[in-house]
Nanobody, 123 residues
Framework: QAQLVESGGGLVQAGGSLRLSCAAS????????MGWFRQGPGKEREFVAAITWSTARTYYADSVKGRFTISRDNAKTTVYLQMNSLSPEDTATYYCAATTTTLSLNPNDYNYWGQGTQVTVSS
């Protein structure tokens, strides 16, 4: 089975940057879309960014638009999230997800999930 593994999280000061990676392992994997979701303390899990695999079209939550950039590497079946101008409001566990069944931004429609990587932004 395909598995997703996130990396790149850590502790950073406000205004700093981090780059998250999500690599698919196991069987050959051909998703319709891969993306990132996050869940902060006491908050619901929310959509952050996604990329359609075949076209590389990108989608962003309003809260991160202009600061975060999602990209992909076809050869490695890997998706990246470059996060700039980080603020304490970005503190959360970030989850990589993929769907092979639908072009959706709803987390309920994603059938592959990583275990998450923690991002903490200090003020």
């Amino acid at each position: 089975q395909a598995q997703l593994v996130e990396s790149g999280g850590g502790l950073v000061q406000a205004g700093g940057s981090l780059r998250l990676s999500c690599a698919a392992s196991g069987r050959t994997f051909s998703p319709y879309r891969m993306g990132w979701f996050r869940q902060g303390p006491g908050k619901e899990r929310e959509f952050v960014a996604a990329i359609t695999w075949s076209t590389a079209r990108t989608y962003y939550a309003d809260s991160v638009k202009g600061r975060f950039t999602i990209s992909r590497d076809n050869a490695k079946t890997t998706v990246y999230l470059q996060m700039n101008s980080l603020s304490p409001e970005d503190t959360a566990t970030y989850y990589c997800a993929a769907t092979t069944t639908t072009l959706s931004l709803n987390p309920n429609d994603y059938n592959y999930w990583g275990q998450g990587t923690q991002v903490t932004v200090s003020s």
